[in-house]
């Protein structure tokens, strides 16, 4: 597995973390370990523009997502085929303000937001009701399994 994390952000973040987060979701939803994945950290600025540009909407937001090769989750007996997860856009700025309102620490946030952005590249979404609850199930189960093995571990 390929797992690139650049921080063009002012903002400190523990990029092992967050590379073995990534690497233990790819490997609890049986994406194949050829396959490659980008997570960027930017500024409010650079997320601004990205927002904007890609969503429409305005001002930062935590995270995007941008699938490339469009890979699905695979299962115990069948990994994804390899191929290009897609790039991951977070910005710390505005983690660090969710997590100050969710009561926790900015790596958790991060962890979070990473999980969601890599669960966006592997289709899932939270448009309806029935996506949102089997997304951020999903999502909850994968960050409790990863803590509970012992970040970073």
Known sequence: MTIEINNE????????????????VLTELH???????????????????????????????DVLSFP???LRPGRP??????????????CPQ????????AGHDLMTEMLVLVTHGMLH???YDHAEPV??????SLQNQL?????????GA
Do not use: C, N
């Not at 952000?9 to 233990?24: G, K, Q, Y």
């Not at 960050?143 to 970040?151: D, I, V």
């Open 9 to 24: 952000s002012a903002m400190p973040a523990t990029e092992a973390t967050l590379h073995d987060l990534a690497s233990f």
């Open 31 to 61: 994406v194949h370990p050829d396959t490659d994945l980008a997570i960027l950290l930017v500024d409010e600025d650079a997320m601004t523009k990205l927002h904007e540009q890609w969503m429409g909407e305005p001002g930062p937001t």
């Open 68 to 70: 490339m090769d469009e």
């Open 77 to 90: 007996d069948a990994q994804t085929p390899a191929g290009l997860l897609g790039d991951i856009v977070v």
């Open 94 to 101: 505005v983690a660090a303000i969710q997590a100050d309102a």
């Open 121 to 123: 590249l592997l289709g």
């Open 131 to 136: 996506e949102e609850h089997e997304m951020f």
């Open 143 to 151: 960050l409790q399994s990863y803590l509970l093995r012992g970040a």
